[in-house]
Antibody, heavy 121, light 108 residues
Framework: EVQLVESGGGLVQPGRSLRLSCVAS????????MHWFRQAPGKGLEWVSG????????GYAESVKGRFTISRDNAKNSLYLEMNSLRAEDTALYYC??????????????WGQGTMVTVSS | DVRMTQSPSSLSASVGDRVTITCQAS??????LNWYQQKPGKAPKLLIY???NLQKGVPSTFSGGGSGTYFSFTITSLQPEDVATYYC??????????FGQGTRLELK
């Protein structure tokens, strides 16, 4: 079964850090780019970051640039998001998603169930 | 960044109705536009890619069209299971990817 399983979310104080993980199964992980998206409670979808199959091309939304770092370990079929200097506005459900091609195209056909990040004192 | 203006923000229609949602880009994005469906409490689902291509396994009652700055998404005959929020997503200036605000579709 093709699936993505996120973990690492939780309640964190403003200014602190958190690391999200996503483990893939059921497909050849290193054949595809991967993304992190997020959705604040009751709000729309926002792309956070994307990484090409070999980590050679990485992109970030302006809202997280300089604070978040995306990475992947193809040997472990895993995607990560290191989040530093967290703000209240980073509170959201974070989704890991698979692109349809090796480079960042934007079309994501497989999504995880999401992991909730709450930034609050 | 490319700004996507999606309309309407909400829509109420009856079973069997034809429903159309539009998305306008702030500048020419060719055909680099996707459409997603998100049901309450669920992850988004890719329906249409590259403006008009139906994702594998998606019913043919869904369709998309347009290019440049104006795009449309149509459900030819609304079914109860189509109740969801629909989003357009542009990827013209990858890696910057942006979504429309979403359209909440309800049954009348």
């Amino acid at each position: 079964e093709v699936q993505l399983v996120e973990s690492g979310g939780g309640l964190v104080q403003p200014g602190r850090s958190l690391r999200l993980s996503c483990v893939a199964s059921g497909f050849t992980f290193n054949d595809y780019a991967m993304h992190w998206f997020r959705q604040a409670p009751g709000k729309g979808l926002e792309w956070v970051s994307g990484i090409s199959w070999n980590s050679g091309y990485i992109g970030y939304a302006e809202s997280v640039k300089g604070r978040f770092t995306i990475s992947r370990d193809n040997a472990k079929n895993s995607l990560y998001l290191e989040m530093n200097s967290l703000r209240a506005e980073d509170t959201a459900l974070y989704y890991c998603a698979k692109d349809v091609v090796v480079v960042i195209s934007g079309a994501s056909d497989i999504w995880g169930q999401g992991t909730m990040v709450t930034v609050s004192s | 960044d490319v700004r996507m203006t999606q309309s309407p923000s909400s829509l109420s229609a009856s079973v069997g109705d034809r429903v159309t949602i539009t998305c306008q880009a702030s500048h020419d994005i060719s055909i680099y536009l996707n459409w997603y469906q998100q049901k309450p409490g669920k992850a988004p689902k890719l329906l249409i890619y590259d403006a008009s291509n139906l994702q594998k396994g998606v019913p043919s009652t869904f369709s998309g069209g347009g290019s440049g700055t104006y795009f449309s998404f149509t459900i030819t005959s609304l079914q109860p299971e189509d109740v969801a929020t629909y989003y357009c997503q542009q990827y013209d200036n990858v890696p910057s990817i942006t979504f429309g605000q979403g359209t909440r579709l309800e049954l009348k």
